[in-house]
């Protein structure tokens, strides 16, 4: 199993920014890729961004420019660097990860941290 923990999250003014991060824990696991996701009252969960073992960046259009993910394979962590936010950036934001622990691979959900960006 691989614990997921997130931290940042909280009340910005429009133009603002925050930063998140999201350690993985446990035990003789390697994380393929992690990422964080949004979900918005009565919306689906979506992408905001996802970065490989690599260092392969995905952004979603919304966010492209204003955010950066990042990651640390060493301490097992995953940043989100958000500037320049907006109302619309309002949601809980939920860090994942495909991880695999020997010849399995399962994909992981934080608790999410709750993002309000007041205008």
Known sequence: QVQLVESGGGLVQ???S???SCVA???????????????APGKQRELVASITKGGSTNYADSVKVRFTISRDNAENTV???MNSLKS?????????AHCRIGAYEYQ????GTQVTVSS
Do not use: H, I, P
């Not at 890729?33 to 949004?38: F, I």
């Open 88 to 96: 619309e950036d309002t949601a809980v934001y939920y860090c994942k």
């Open 108 to 111: 992981y959900w934080g608790q």
């Open 25 to 39: 824990s446990g035990n003789s696991f390697t994380c393929l890729s992690m990422g964080w996701y949004l979900q």
């Open 79 to 81: 940043s989100l660097q």
């Open 18 to 20: 925050l930063r998140l």
């Open 14 to 16: 429009a133009g603002g």
